[in-house]
């Protein structure tokens, strides 16, 4: 499977500056792998015009209604309207910041597809839940719950991203992660694609690209700078 390199700016980048990186990735005319970029709402429109169609554009969450009355919210419809092909939903950040359960999760990977936008939807452990033993468990739990009936290998992609590597520069070991995605392919099956994500950055990429049932990586702080970015992408599998 050819592998994809997600980058998620999370609450970073400002106009011109952010839409010059996005121009040298679009210049890189990258062909080693399938890439992403999800950058804040207000950029995805002219992160679209800016990539030309050469950097498909994403989005980082997305209210589960498609309208109505719900102030500062934006829905899966508006993303696609914007440009956006698909929308990470389930982040940590989300999960822990703003309370979202699994339940919900689900509901704006439903609101993703109803829009005709992939999801990729997250999970993760925490560090106690790991240290408790219990990361598989969790695991299993938040696939069960987050996503829903009707996911294919052409709507969804899953990200597994333990929570305690996120921004940290910690990362599990190879074992740890080839286990977790092993647990994911076995409940998701062939073909769907499982990212990892969590403190991934042009030094331990190809380790971490080279991993079995490692199909990408979903990238934050590194993907901030197209150059480093471009590194990783670089290390994923030919
Ligand atoms: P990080 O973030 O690469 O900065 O650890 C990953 C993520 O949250 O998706």
């Not at 209210?63 to 829905?75: E, P, V, Y």
Request: charged fraction near 20%.
């Amino acid at each position: 499977m050819r592998q994809l390199i997600a980058g998620n700016w999370k609450m970073n980048g400002l106009g011109s500056a952010a839409l010059a990186e996005i121009a040298v990735l679009r210049a890189a005319a990258v062909t080693r792998a399938d890439i992403l970029i999800c950058p804040p709402a207000t950029l995805i429109a002219r992160a679209v015009w800016a990539a030309k169609g050469a950097v498909p554009i994403g989005a980082q969450d997305c209210h589960a209604q498609a309208s109505g009355a719900f102030t500062g919210d934006i829905s899966a419809e508006m993303l696609k309207d914007a440009g956006a092909v698909t929308v990470i939903v389930g982040h940590s950040e989300r999960r822990q910041l703003h309370g979202e359960s699994d339940a919900t999760v689900a509901d704006k990977a439903r609101a993703a597809w109803r829009a005709g936008l992939s999801a990729i939807i997250c999970v993760g452990e925490t560090e106690a839940e790991r240290i408790a033993g219990h990361a598989l468990d969790v695991v299993t739990r938040q696939l069960e719950a987050s996503v829903p009936p009707g996911a294919t290998a052409d709507n969804t992609a899953v990200a597994y991203e333990p929570v305690w590597a996120i921004g940290t520069g910690r990362t599990p070991s190879d074992a740890e992660i080839v286990e977790m995605h092993a647990l994911v392919r076995g409940r998701l099956g062939a073909g769907f694609r499982i990212l990892y994500g969590g403190s991934v950055k042009p030094a331990n990429a190809a380790a971490i690209l080279g991993l079995a049932d490692v199909d990408g990586a979903l990238v934050g702080g590194a993907s901030l700078k197209a150059s480093d970015f471009l590194a990783i992408v670089e290390a994923a599998r030919s």
